[in-house]
């Protein structure tokens, strides 16, 4: 979760959803989002709205506390969803993310995913993930998070090689990814890998090495995602201090065709932008429902919520959090709903960076006039424009995805 938060509108302390949006559970695959807050050390990187405990102070939330608050504000939002006679649907995807939730104890996590089960209840086939750092699993956590019915684990490993994690901040063992991975494989569960490339200081053989060792663990999975650095972060300040370099447009590109290349060659195949699978089962279910425009509800300290055209965010601080909740309140601190043509910007957004494609009828006529220049451009795939009537991306085009958008919404 980034943690900066829009403006928006003043969220209403009983949370309620206007029934419009209500009526829409049932249309679209359900998910859940756990946003754990907690990281043992701060990488000079990182945007999220994330908390070290000395940050947090004495008096800061407690990570022992935190799974009691997460569990009030599921309560909460399942008072919103039946409100007016709603029936949320069962839950077809969970993800847990941060910070690192492997902080919390398996235990915990185990917790959280029982009272989401008490609550809605989950699909047979439902994908629960948590994100991890490689130094805080075990192969008994791993073990308990998949008798309680998780079935995915997403590993932080960002680089192979170790001056880029120092310059990243990382501070795991590379050699404890390789660890981490057999303990979740042996547990039962998939397996993805979260890379970054881009650092300063990355060679464009550092990446390949990277690459080669993702590789060699043959995960199901691999997100790969260019650096970039955000305002208010430690790097933003070396950068603009000149103590290292900013990323390059050019160099990133390169690095993404190598990955894409040395990914396709060992079997995964790209289903979104920064994204590759090596099965259309492996795939990120939950990302998928965000790119969709589908319905889920984010717990935790800034998390995220969307339903039927309405989103709104929830306050960032633990404690703010935790304090609502005691006090019966939404932790929402601010809502929106989107308009139409908010509605249709990012369908364009999101669905023309996944590999199905974004249906050409779904544009604006400028939009559906720039397609012929686009495939004209090496941008889009001329043959599924013209056969399928669809806007697929071709690898050029996944380099320029945000100008292509741009094209696709009449914009220069």
Known sequence: ????????????????????????????????????????????????????LPELGADGASIDTFAGAALRELAFADGVLRSGGATPPAVDTVFVGGGTPTMLAAADLARLLRGIRDTWGLAPDAEVTTEANPDSVTPDGLNLLAEAGFTRVSIGMQSAVPHVLRTLERTHDPDNVAKAVAAARDAGL?????????????????????????????????????????????????????VVPAPEDDDEAA????????????????YEVSNWARREDARCRHNEGYWDGGNWWGIGPGAHSH??????????????????LADGSSPAQGRETLTDEQRHDERVLLGS???????????????????????????????????????VLTRQGRLLADTVVRRLLGLR
């Not at 709104?312 to 609502?324: E, F, T």
């Not at 559906?368 to 009537?389: F, Q």
């Open 1 to 52: 979760m980034p943690s900066a938060l829009p403006d928006g509108d003043p969220a209403p302390p009983d949370g309620r959803l206007p029934e419009e949006a209500l009526a829409t559970l049932r249309d679209h695959p359900f998910g859940v989002y756990l946003h754990v807050p907690f990281c043992s050390v701060r990488c000079g990187y990182c945007d999220f709205n994330t908390y070290t």
């Open 353 to 391: 960076r996944l590999v199905g494609g974004l249906p050409i009828e779904e544009l604006h006529p400028e939009g559906r006039e720039a397609v012929a220049g686009l495939i004209a451009d090496g941008l889009v795939e001329g043959a599924a424009a013209l056969r399928r009537r669809r806007v």
């Open 190 to 242: 998939q397996v993805s890998l979260d890379l970054i490339y881009g650092t300063p200081g990355e060679s464009l053989d550092d990446w390949r090495t990277t690459l080669e060792a993702v590789k060699s663990l043959e995960p199901d999975h691999v997100s790969a995602y260019a650096l970039v650095v955000e305002d208010g972060t430690k790097l933003a300040a070396q950068v603009r201090r000149g």
């Open 307 to 324: 339903v039927g055209g309405v989103r709104w965010w929830n306050v960032k601080h633990p404690n703010a959090y935790a304090g609502r």
């Open 255 to 270: 690095k993404y065709e190598l990955a894409d290349e040395v990914l396709t060659a060992a079997g995964y195949d790209w």
